[in-house]
């Protein structure tokens, strides 16, 4: 194992590759590698790409990924897919277009499936890019599909999320209704040169607006009497998500694109910004112990469990006072 | 509690509104109140409908909701929407179009928020089923909004998935790759008086036939050298998910759509549906057991795991060697 952990800290292709599947397959040493490898992460920029499904997400990280290696940096992909529960396996489907990459070597892409665990996607996704950050890829796209438990989880753990829609997706209150907005740390609106566009770029910048009064409303409250426009409540302790407009499949507006996540992460170097991350860190490493704590609990009380669900499925028993019956000490 | 519990058997709408409150809230008393009711519960059908933003499930339910009342049956409604981290609130939407059922006393509607709960989504909502179903209503409908793991962990306890398309959703092979197809007990091809509802249909009838040669496949093997011909392997331990057309806003193809859940539900009360449905059940029953013995033993170690979600956040000890040092007994 520690030779496994030495291959991937010097960046070892097939290494990392190796190790991510390690933890895809929780095999038992998944655990030591990942003790190996955690105090050599925190160095690459992690950046969330999310939104429903058909928005271009796909397409978009082609095109980071374009630029990035352009720039000469390293960059590694994870793809999480919803996956089958019976299958178990993740669907590349329109993955092939990133064909391109996968034969550049500064390029690591790997899709995710979720084996039906509960949170396990974000998990799996957070454990593997351990193992991309300490291999030295200075940047790590993780895209998800659609919007739901999983994405609200995955921004919890990268340092910026993107939120990406597009015209024609439906009503475009769809994306207003999934909740996922205030996750966003930078709006892309894709397919702009599609119509319906400005209008989801409005609707997006209303909303930005509306929350910049929210905020600007303390400081009317304190004041001494004297209006205090919008504009006169700088708020430099909040970052404000700018909205960028993209071609994805055009390649237009992904140095933009970029250039507004290089201004987040200038962002969380800021006391604020540090201590935003921090707080996330937090709630992120709260919830991994929480869930390494329950699977121990429960791999410890298995054969009771099994036993206890078989009555409660049964209706004999409910659950919780089929819970109460186990005893952990 | 007793008489809230009472009032909820009696089938009080107020008694129910509040029993599902003090579950959303997770007042202490929830639980005590979920094992006064568990017993009498079994008894109503749950049907949950899953399907991406914007395939109309609303409109859908609105129309299910009506033919269900119109043939006398108690329904109550449960609208999973992944809430906002921040706010704790669902947002109704476009549930403003289901008011005429608000003043309907033969229908119960309810929003749940996820509030950031890992898993809790699908958790919330199944509890307040039981107290749907303990209250007498003959029908339980779960609406879940997009495709990920609350819907996966939803299909494992309904008691039948309808499973909603539509064209214009982007991509029709964005449908294929959300790996959910495999949870549908019954298709529904809405809004199918639209351009593209012909090829989704037809998409998914070829799906289901491929499940039906695969699962030929064996008797082909075992034949005696004569040819088994797919029409020749009749397979009634398998249900083979009908696929509905429907107009939901004009109320069109609802009526095909209960008979195909009917369907469904005869079909549960059969040796292999059964033995599916306890299956269910079990697993049900056990990922439950799972996330009560977890939550009591996170609470017993609280402080415990803020103290060591800190160092980890600060990259100072590693996730799994913290879980370590905690200590169970």
Chains 1, 2 share one sequence.
């Not at 998800?144 to 939120?163: A, F, I, K, M, R």
């Not at 609990?297 to 006072?321: F, G, S, T, W």
């Amino acid at each position: 194992m520690q030779a496994l952990i030495d291959a991937v800290l010097q960046g070892d292709e097939r290494a990392v590759a190796r190790a991510c599947r390690v933890i895809d397959d929780r095999a038992p040493s998944f655990r030591e590698l990942l003790r190996g490898l955690y105090a050599c992460t925190g160095r690459a920029s992690v950046i969330g790409v999310t939104g429903t499904g058909g928005a271009g997400k796909s397409s978009l990280v082609d095109a980071l990924v374009g630029r990035l290696r352009a720039e000469g940096k390293g960059v590694g992909v994870l793809a999480v897919d919803p996956s089958s529960p019976f299958t178990g396996g993740a669907i590349l489907g329109d993955r092939v277009r990133m064909q391109r990459h996968f034969e550049d070597t500064g390029v690591f892409i790997r899709s995710i499936a979720s084996r039906g665990a509960q949170g396990g996607l974000s998990r799996s996704a957070r454990e593997q890019s351990f193992v991309l950050d300490a291999a030295g890829y200075d940047v790590i796209l993780v895209e998800t599909l659609g919007v739901g438990q999983d994405e609200l989880e995955v921004s919890e753990w990268v340092d910026s999320t993107v939120l990406v829609c597009a015209p024609g997706m439906g009503d475009e209150v769809q994306a207003l209704k999934s909740g996922v907005l205030e996750i966003a740390d930078v709006f892309v609106v894709n397919k702009a040169d599609r119509p319906g566009s400005d209008a989801i770029a409005a609707d997006l910048e209303q909303r930005v607006s509306l929350g910049r009064a929210v905020r600007a409303r303390p400081a009317l409250q304190h004041g001494h009497g004297a209006f205090v426009g919008l504009a006169a409540a700088p708020d430099d302790e909040r970052w404000e998500p700018p909205i960028v407009k993209c071609v994805a499949v055009r390649d237009e507006g992904t140095p933009e694109l970029l250039q507004a996540i290089a201004g987040h992460r200038a962002w969380l170097a800021s006391t604020a910004g540090q201590a935003r991350s921090l707080a996330r860190q937090r709630m992120a490493s709260k919830r991994l112990l929480q869930t390494l704590l329950a699977e121990r609990v429960a791999a410890a009380h298995a054969a009771e469990i099994d036993l206890l669900a078989e009555r409660v499925a049964r209706r004999e028993l409910d659950p919780y006072e089929a819970c109460e019956r186990i005893h952990t000490g």
